[in-house]
T-cell receptor, first 112, second 114 residues
Framework: QKEVEQNSGPLSVPEGAIASLNCTYS??????FFWYRQYSGKSPELIMS????GDKEDGRFTAQLNKASQYVSLLIRDSQPSDSATYLC????????????FGSGTRLSIRP | SAVISQKPSRDICQRGTSLTIQCQVD?????MFWYRQQPGQSLTLIAT?????????ESGFVIDKFPISRPNLTFSTLTVSNMSPEDSSIYLC???????????FGPGTRLLVL
């Protein structure tokens, strides 16, 4: 079982709709969770971090965490073509607080 | 967040040669991380570079192939030795961020081995 799992996509969403990206993780003791956005040919850029159960909102982005289900998600409201990118879920396992384990990423395409 | 630069930004190399990638940070950090991202894949941690001690390598990566230097708290190098086409990847360095152990990435080095 992979430590951090994501659907590779591509996920195609019409402009203006809500894009929903999902991630599950295996280490139940994990404490920190991150979403990175990576445009083609660029390095990953941190867009959201979440540490406690529930929702965390930042502009059009909402991160959701459910530690009991070992599930973290990212919602993007009012999707724009500029949101088209690969989204990487990342988890900091309790066993190694300085390391981050990345999922394989979900390719998101926003169609006009 | 830290400002991170990498050199070179890209290179094309012949098999059997070696390339040294530099990573410079604008602030002092204890740890620096080196990742590889093969085409269409996610990030794989190669090693953690600590100042004043040997780098810690992840499973599948060895010092002879990827020697790392960490001469001070703002700089590190990764060498890709005896390259083969399978080493064609993006190589990224990163540093820890603030609370919660997030990481910030440099712009990456795009390596093509012929």
């Amino acid at each position: 079982q992979k430590e951090v799992e994501q659907n590779s996509g591509p996920l195609s969403v019409p402009e203006g709709a809500i894009a929903s990206l999902n991630c599950t993780y295996s280490d139940r003791g994990s404490q920190s969770f991150f979403w990175y956005r990576q445009y083609s040919g660029k390095s990953p850029e941190l867009i959201m971090s979440i540490y406690s159960n529930g929702d965390k909102e930042d502009g059009r982005f909402t991160a959701q965490l459910n530690k009991a289900s070992q599930y973290v998600s990212l919602l993007i409201r009012d999707s724009q073509p500029s949101d088209s990118a690969t989204y990487l879920c990342a988890v900091a396992p309790y066993s190694s607080a300085s390391k981050i384990i990345f999922g394989s990423g979900t390719r998101l395409s926003i169609r006009p | 967040s830290a400002v991170i630069s990498q050199k070179p930004s890209r290179d094309i190399c012949q098999r059997g040669t070696s390339l040294t990638i530099q990573c410079q940070v604008d602030s002092q950090v204890t740890m620096m991380f080196w990742y590889r991202q093969q085409p269409g894949q996610s990030l794989t941690l190669i090693a953690t570079a600590n100042q004043g001690s040997e780098a810690t390598y992840e499973s599948g990566f060895v010092i002879d192939k990827f020697p790392i230097s960490r001469p001070n708290l703002t700089f590190s190098t990764l060498t890709v030795s005896n390259m083969s086409p399978e080493d064609s990847s993006i190589y990224l360095c990163s540093v820890p961020g603030g609370a919660g152990e997030t990481q910030y990435f440099g712009p990456g080095t795009r390596l093509l081995v012929l």
